[in-house]
């Protein structure tokens, strides 16, 4: 059994920051490529921003530049800087994370979500 559980959100104002975290744990052998997912109310899930085992990273064009994901393969944790918050980045943020379990499987996880609120 593999979770991951995500935290750091909250209600932040325009031009703030936050950062969150998630943390994966359970019978993990590797964890490969992960990625923080984002949704609006209303909108269709969107791919924020990815980082690969070896640190590579892409962006959405609205986050770019903004935002820094990165990750400390020891801890299985992936982190996501989030500066310079606009309104529009309200969103619940998704964790997800291609995992290789110890049952020498391949499988996708979803973290539950956190809420990340940005107004004034």
């Known amino acids: 059994q593999v979770q991951l559980v995500e935290s750091g959100g909250g209600l932040v104002q325009p031009g703030g920051s936050l950062r969150l975290s998630c943390a994966a744990s359970?019978?993990?052998?590797?964890?490969?490529?992960m990625h923080w997912f984002r949704q609006a109310p209303g909108k269709q899930r969107e791919l924020a921003a990815t980082?690969?085992?070896?640190?590579?990273?892409n962006y959405a064009d609205s986050v770019k530049g903004r935002f820094t994901i990165s990750r400390d393969n020891a801890k299985n944790t992936v982190y996501l800087q989030m500066n310079s918050l606009k309104p529009e980045d309200t969103a619940v943020y998704y964790c997800?994370?291609?995992?290789?379990?110890?049952?020498?499987?391949?499988?996708?996880?979803w973290g539950q979500g956190t809420q990340v609120t940005v107004s004034s």
């Open positions: 997800n994370a291609d995992i290789w379990g110890r049952n020498q499987r391949l499988v996708n996880y």
């Open positions: 359970g019978s993990i052998s590797d964890i490969f490529t």
């Open positions: 980082i690969t085992y070896d640190g590579r990273t």
